[in-house]
């Protein structure tokens, strides 16, 4: 029986593994960590469960607009990291059980090249051990990308895996970087009740999301206080005696502003550095490992994916790049085939997003269709009253054949329901199928026919 080894129990790691061994191979994973990687235990997972906990409170908060009176609701800390601890870890066991019953053999330890298909693992307790194996994966996903101005030390300067585990709430919060991280972070701050301002090197956050999406977040996050300092830049950090003052470099010029905690959210990088990939003659380029659309590196039998090969640095890409990567070392003639990658921002209310944004649509297209519902039209959505009213449906179709292009949507269950924009666009569907589809009412889906609707010149409810 051939063996793979595959390095990193992350998504792209442990569904490569998952994939190799239903396929027969007899399959090793090496993780230094903890199955599930980032994203189980330093990301999605205990960051969605800190949502949904600050979602409560605040729908808690906003009881008596519902007929409720008296609701309250005070923030416990502990038993909100509890709560997200015993989320993690269920569904680390489920993880665990599934590598056991597919008969995954799983190697607590750091593994690096010594030669092309010689991999060292080092162990916990500093035993090396040497597998010679012809097929390998690498799946060793990414990490917090550091910024020299504000060194990170897991007390005072958070990374977004520190910030998950910090004892009590702060009163206030600096997030550098309102890229997807920070903005979750700072929407549930500030939903708790912290004090949040959020530095962004850009004249806009949310780089990558749709134009107008991120305007509204902006503002919508801005109406509950958040503070945005757009085209800033920290310059220096202090420690004061318990707090942090930090310098700002800003458009009105240099400005200083005194908080609890910082978090450090400008960007992740693939977590090759330790990996001695010069050793296989594995090339990197721009700091990501170099695959063809296979996923096979400059090397033969040497296979990557996930973080590890760049952008999109997304769970749910790296669940389809691990299984392809696996399916190709076990010898099929499989490439990576283009799918739509929907792009969710859990902030509140939610924004999601999938295939071009309006911009884009209109510089690759030039003739496109822009169909909008606004969701303070969608009477489910007023009825959640989640402050998603302020919401939209958009989708962009091209404007010639109709195929759509792009759907954006910000409100509330935007990332559950833009698997209706990837379910049209993965199978090029057009703007008149989609005002063809019947939507059940009430339902905020509703609100994406209506905006196809309007697209093709037959609005409906608006
Ligand atoms: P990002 O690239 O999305 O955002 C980083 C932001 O920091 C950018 O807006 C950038 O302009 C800004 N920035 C960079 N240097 C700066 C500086 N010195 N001062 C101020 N701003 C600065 O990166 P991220 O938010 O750290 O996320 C990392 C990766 O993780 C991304 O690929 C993201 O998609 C992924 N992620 C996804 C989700 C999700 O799907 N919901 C959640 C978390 C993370």
């Given amino acids: 029986m051939s063996t793979i080894a595959v390095i990193g129990g992350g998504p792209a790691g442990y569904v490569a593994a998952l994939t190799a061994a ?60 509890e709560r997200k601890r015993k989320i993690v870890e269920g569904l680390r066991r489920g993880l665990q059980s599934l590598m056991k019953e597919a008969g995954i053999r799983v190697v607590q330890g750091k593994a690096a090249f010594q030669a092309e ?139 200083e502003v005194v908080v609890d905690k910082i978090l450090v959210a400008v960007g992740r990088i693939p977590n090759i550095s330790e990996l001695r990939l010069e050793k ?56 990576m085939q283009g799918q739509a990658i929907p792009a969710c921002v859990y902030t509140i209310p939610e924004v999601a997003q999938v295939g071009l944004t309006e911009k884009e649509a209109r510089e690759l297209y030039g003739n496109v269709k822009v169909g909008k519902y606004p969701l303070r039209a969608n009477g489910k959505a007023l009825i959640e009253d989640e402050g998603g009213e302020e919401g939209f449906i958009k989708i962009i179709s091209d404007g010639k054949y109709g195929e759509v292009l792009g759907v954006v949507m910000v409100g509330p269950h935007a990332t559950e329901l833009i698997g209706l924009g990837v379910l049209a666009i993965n199978n090029e569907l057009t703007i008149e199928q989609l005002a063809d589809t019947v939507q059940a009412h009430p339902t905020i889906c509703e609100a994406a026919r209506e905006a196809a609707l309007i697209a093709v010149g037959r609005p409906l409810h608006i």
């Avoid at 910024?147 to 004892?167: F, H, M």
Wanted: proline content about 3%; some cysteine; aromatic content about 4%.
């Fill in 280 to 335: 296989a003659g594995v090339t990197v380029e721009k700091g990501q490992i170099k695959v063809d659309k296979s996923l096979k590196t400059s090397v033969e039998g040497i296979y990557a994916a996930g973080d590890v090969i760049g952008n999109p640095m997304l769970a749910h890409a790296a669940f389809i790049e691990g299984a392809t990567a696996a399916m190709a070392a076990s010898g099929e003639a499989v490439e």
């Fill in 22 to 81: 239903r396929k027969g191979l007899k399959t090793i994973v090496i993780e230094e960590g903890e199955l599930g990687g980032t994203c189980l235990n330093r990301g999605c997972i205990p960051t969605k469960a800190l949502v949904k906990s600050a979602s409560v409170y605040s729908l808690l908060k906003s009881a008596h607009k519902f007929g409720v009176a008296n609701a309250g609701g005070e923030v416990k800390w502990e038993q909100v990291q």
């Fill in 117 to 255: 298909h010689k991999l060292e693992v080092i162990s916990k307790s500093g035993d090396v051990s040497l597998l010679d194996i012809d097929r390998i994966i690498i799946a060793s996903g990414s990490t917090v990308k550091p910024l020299k101005e504000c060194a990170i030390d897991e007390k005072n300067i958070l990374s977004s895996t520190g910030i998950l585990a910090i004892p009590q709430l702060p009163q206030s919060l600096l997030v550098i970087g309102g890229g997807v991280i920070g903005l979750e972070f700072a929407s549930i701050f500030n939903t708790l009740g912290v004090e949040v301002i959020v530095v962004e090197a850009l004249p806009h956050i949310l780089p990558g999301i749709d134009e107008e999406a991120g305007s509204l977040i902006a503002a919508l996050l801005g109406k509950r206080g958040v503070k945005f300092k757009l085209s800033a830049k920290v310059l220096r950090v202090d420690h004061l005696s318990g707090k942090m003052s930090v310098q700002l470099q800003t458009s009105k010029g240099i400005e």
